[in-house]
């Protein structure tokens, strides 16, 4: 474990907690407030944007306790988002509460997931990788070609999501709900890692043979971090149908599991706090970038022509600088910085 | 029958295109271990190197292609030095994710470069059908089947036979152990991307010939999965046959699909539900080393 200097414990409990000093304890009490307030300081476009950060921190944070923490490589979790959102959205269609049908999504895509879980305990490395990528494409397909189920590719149109009556029909409203949802899953994969489970995830991820060796079933393990991954890909998919209010299958392609893997490694395998980062830095990057093309369009008025191809080939390319030049990712960068503060303003 | 001679015949055509690019990337898997998803994208750039040659610049189409061999080599030095070179040595997630990096970033080039739409080959090949078996089959397919044919052959010979060959190979069966011998690690690396380039080139130079090209194109990099993983991941023979293998059953499936159960569009899947079932029964597939773990 990464101690602090000059934090001493004197019990097994104090050194697993996830907030460990009275100081930390205040920030993300401020934090958690600031956030709180937020959609009232905070513009309509603003808000959607937090708005799509939260959903992207749940996808994230899942596939960072899969890939980053257990070490399964997952490149199907777009497509295990996207059966999150039919269900959901199928549930609601049919008249069942909202928050049963968020809950019904998570349990189905968990099925979903564990099924092309298990060919993980025979496959390792890029074999699993190629697995999924196989899982992705044909669930892609199953989405498209679904019939009554998915719609085919006409889509799904969903009504906001409505809790005992009351709608959150608005942006902001959405914003509380969708946080609530995000902090919960932050708050989920944290207290996991430091379980037993968490442990053999980690151990198994570090050398799978020596796991094995020390009595880590790895089958059950493997596919329970499947199964718990899953289940929050598709309660972030059935937020994200009810938050867009519309589903179709194009949606969920490779490019979407691409794109959350990215947020790991940009954000940082294995850590909550990187997949954080991770999401934010992932949905900011084509906004930062329309933002940009829009202040260049005076100079270059053809750029809006080549935006898509540009945004494309600029996360491509972060992606590659990332790998090469940070590959611990922003978690470690911000690890760096809060050491400089605290020793500030010497080196040592 | 004669619908699904047809769709064998087809089968075989694409499945020599799915040969060329497997056989570049088991060249590099070989020898470097490392995933390349940026296949299909280094097929389109090759692809497009030798359209915008012959179509913008008006060189003569042999000479076209011998330029885009050569920007092959270039491509993947540069490839090889600034990208994966850095990386030797990490986990697996890593490297596939900067060969995915890279597709995008070729994948955003091509466009920025060419524009999305489908670009249409100068006529090189003479366009009156052979008639081989009662059916009509075009000189582009069977210059594609013989030149994949041409190409497995050389390479199978260069691994057998050459130094350099000798050298990858035992670079890929223990680094350190190669290195120690005095093979330069980080040449054979190297060269391993120069040959994988320039077989995709000559691949993309053949669908362009065939089908025209466009921004799409670098799909088919995900259609070499199958076929490396029914061959065998590290074996040339396998790549070549696995191609042609998942060709054929792609098209048939499709055929059957559309015939049977009236499902359109089954041909994007067939391959990789195959896969899936290849990887439950025998996920060395046909030719590859079985990895085996003693503890």
């Given amino acids: 474990m990464l101690g602090k200097c000059g934090l001493f414990f004197t019990s097994y409990r104090g050194e697993a907690q996830v907030f460990q000093s009275c100081f930390q304890k205040l920030m993300v009490g401020l934090l958690i407030l600031a956030l709180l307030a937020a959609p009232f300081a905070l513009n309509v476009y603003m808000t959607s944007v937090m708005n799509l950060i939260f959903i992207a921190v749940i996808g994230a944070v899942s596939l960072n306790l899969l890939t980053g923490v257990c070490g399964q490589i997952s490149l199907g979790h777009g497509a295990f988002i996207g059966v999150g959102a039919y269900v959901a959205g199928q549930c609601t269609l049919h008249g069942v509460p909202f928050l049963l049908a968020i809950l019904a999504a998570g349990l189905i895509t968990a099925m979903v997931g564990m099924v092309f879980g298990v060919p993980s305990l025979r496959l390792k490395g890029i074999y699993l990788a190629i697995a999924t990528l196989a899982a992705q494409l044909v669930l892609e397909y199953v989405f498209l070609h679904g019939g009554e189920l998915t719609g085919g590719s006409n889509g799904l149109l969903l009504e906001p999501p409505n809790i005992l009556g009351f709608s959150f029909d608005s942006e902001a409203r959405m914003y509380f709900l969708l946080f609530f949802f995000a902090a919960a899953a932050l708050l989920v994969v944290s207290n996991i890692m430091r379980t037993k489970y968490g442990r053999a995830f980690i151990s198994i991820r570090d050398f799978y043979l020596s796991a094995e060796i020390v009595g880590v079933n790895l089958f059950w393990y493997k596919l329970v971090a499947f199964g718990v991954s899953s289940f929050m890909a598709g309660v972030a998919g059935g937020l994200w149908a009810h938050y867009t209010g519309y589903i179709s299958g194009e949606q969920f392609n490779i490019g979407l599991s691409i794109s959350y893997l990215a947020m790991i490694i940009i954000g940082g395998m294995g850590s909550v706090i990187g997949s954080v980062f991770g999401a934010i830095f992932v949905v900011l990057l084509p906004e930062v970038l329309n933002m940009l093309a829009n202040g260049l369009g005076g100079f270059f008025p053809d750029i809006s022509h080549y935006l898509v191809a540009l945004r494309e080939g600029v996360f491509g390319m972060v992606l590659i600088l990332f790998l090469v030049f940070e590959p611990e990712g922003l978690a470690h960068r911000w690890r760096l910085i809060k050491a400089y503060w605290k020793l500030y303003p010497f080196a040592h | ?295």
């Fill in chain 2, 1 to 295: 029958m004669e619908y699904y001679l047809q769709l064998f015949i087809n089968g075989l055509v694409v499945g020599s295109i799915y040969s060329l690019v497997a056989l570049g990337f088991v060249i590099i898997y070989k020898a470097t271990k490392v995933v390349n998803f940026a296949q299909g994208e280094l097929v389109m750039v090759g692809a497009y190197i030798c359209f915008s040659l012959t179509v913008q610049f008006h060189i003569p189409f042999v000479w076209a292609f011998v330029l885009t061999l050569a920007f092959s080599v270039l491509l993947g030095l540069a490839i090889e030095r600034m990208v994966l070179r850095p990386l030797i040595g990490e986990e697996h997630i890593s490297v596939i994710m900067v060969t995915i990096g890279m597709s995008s970033v070729l994948k955003s080039l091509v466009q920025l470069f060419w524009g999305t739409q489908i670009r249409v080959y100068p006529q090189v090949l003479p366009s009156e059908p052979f008639v081989i078996a009662g059916l009509p089959i075009a000189p582009v397919y069977i210059a594609a089947f013989v030149l994949s044919g041409v190409l497995f052959a050389i390479f199978s010979a260069f691994f057998k036979y050459s130094r350099i060959g000798i050298a990858m190979r035992a670079t890929a069966f223990d680094q350190q152990a190669a290195q120690s011998m005095g093979i330069g690690i980080k040449n054979i690396f190297a060269m391993s991307w120069c040959i994988a380039c320039i077989v995709s080139a000559v691949g993309g130079v053949i669908l362009g010939n065939i089908n025209g090209i466009n921004s799409q194109l670098g799909h088919l990099g995900l259609k070499v999965f199958p076929a490396v993983i029914l061959g065998g991941l590290d074996s040339l023979l396998g790549a070549a046959l696995g191609g042609l293998i998942i060709g054929v059953l792609e098209n048939v499936c499709d055929g059957a699909a559309r015939q049977l159960l009236g499902l359109g569009g089954f041909r994007e899947v067939a391959a990789f539900v195959i896969l899936v079932v290849i990887l439950m029964i025998k996920p060395y597939g046909l030719f590859g080393t079985k990895e085996i773990e003693r503890v």
